[in-house]
């Protein structure tokens, strides 16, 4: 089976910014990141047909998702902030459009978005979730 394109590039993306103790962690987390991607899915059992098979079972490609999903050595702070700044960098200069976005998810939550609008698109700089009126109530104002 031929290695697809996508991989080969995100190996070679993430080579860039990501210093990993062994060079196979890497080639996991460029599968993995490539598998999500062409499953367009955030569900696990969707990336299993994009992964390469080593000869495994579903359980043991859900055993190594479940490893790399809750690896403490990956996070936003390692894969998101390196191309952030890079693309910062890049926009040195240019005046850009910083959007706050809100959303609000069954009548519970509320996610907040700080973006940067580019391109038709938004690239999200920050965001937090809070439950909807706790910050009201821990402030003792009303919420009404």
């Given at each position: ?27 996991n987390c460029a599968e ?76 519970t939550y ?35």
């Open positions: 089976m031929a290695t697809p394109q996508l991989y080969n590039q995100l190996l070679k993306q993430l080579g860039q910014w990501i210093i990993p103790k062994d060079l196979r962690h890497l080639k993995i990141v490539a598998a999500i991607l062409e499953s367009e899915s955030g569900c696990t059992s969707h990336w299993i047909p994009y992964l390469s098979h080593r000869e495994c079972q579903a359980r043991s490609h859900m055993e190594r998702l479940s490893y790399f999903m809750h690896n403490p050595s990956i996070s936003d702070e390692v894969l998101y902030v390196p191309l952030l700044r890079q693309f910062l960098k890049e926009w040195t200069g240019q005046e850009l459009i910083l959007v706050m976005d809100t959303s609000m998810f069954w009548d509320c996610l907040i978005e700080v973006c940067v609008a580019w391109g038709g698109r938004s690239i999200t700089l920050a965001q937090t979730v809070i439950e909807h009126g706790k910050y009201l109530d821990e402030n003792n104002y009303t919420n009404k």
